[in-house]
T-cell receptor, first 115, second 116 residues
């Protein structure tokens, strides 16, 4: 178990630029989640994959956000035309449970700063 | 809709004293409840969960939590706090009857500070 890996750890970008984050889940975990966390708040659900299928998207996920998991392994989260309000920690998590009672395993996150 | 409330933003306790971090929840059906801990600039680490069965669940690092259905609470406890327990603690719920059954909903977090 090598854990969930997220890259990069930090990203500073100018407003209007596009950014892409990568998440490598724990191998054999078929479920992958993206969350966003702002200072002083708990993580907020963005989207969820089961294998390569994106099964659920939050209303927080505007049309500037897109996530993919093309082969059911790693996932990418892209933000187009970034805004200062996008500054946050983006967390990826994985699990292999079908019954819903297994915990999520989180990566250390990608901290995005939009200037 | 499922929701979680952590009424205290900050909890301070002296080392060696018992600690409690409070959590209440709201769901349509039966809840799956979780506690996570977060250290600075890190992701969340799983501490413990309640799914069914015994209302008192034990987890990592000596933590435990008590599920109380009538009070819709799931408070985190530890008999003797350590300075190294100082961190941000999150309660989370999953409601299998809701339309968002696949996602965990997190509380806003409680910063625990254990004073030496």
């Amino acid at each position: 178990d090598t854990g969930v890996s997220q890259n990069p750890r930090h990203k500073i970008t100018k407003r209007g630029q596009n950014v892409t984050f990568r998440c490598d889940p724990i191998s054999e975990h078929n479920r992958l989640y993206w969350y966003r966390q702002t200072l002083g708040q708990g993580p907020e659900f963005l989207t969820y994959f089961q294998n390569e299928a994106q099964l659920e998207k939050s209303r927080l996920l505007s049309d500037r956000f897109s996530a993919e998991r093309p082969k059911g392994s790693f996932s990418t989260l892209e933000i187009q035309r970034t805004e200062q309000g996008d500054s946050a920690m983006y967390l990826c998590a994985s699990s292999k449970d079908r019954a819903g009672n297994s915990p999520l395993h989180f990566g250390n996150g990608t901290r995005l700063t939009v200037t | 809709a499922q929701s979680v409330a952590q009424p205290e933003d900050q909890v301070n306790v002296a080392e060696g004293n018992p600690l409690t971090v409070k959590c209440t929840y709201s769901v349509s059906g039966n809840p799956y409840l979780f506690w996570y801990v977060q250290y600075p600039n890190r992701g969340l680490q799983f501490l413990l969960k309640y799914i069914t069965g015994d209302n008192l669940v034990k987890g990592s690092y000596g933590f435990e939590a008590e599920f109380n259905k009538s009070q819709t609470s799931f408070h985190l406890k530890k008999p003797s706090a350590l300075v190294s327990d100082s961190a941000l603690y999150f309660c989370a719920v999953r409601d299998l009857l809701s339309g968002s059954a696949r996602q965990l909903t997190f509380g806003s977090g409680t910063q625990l500070t254990v004073l030496p």
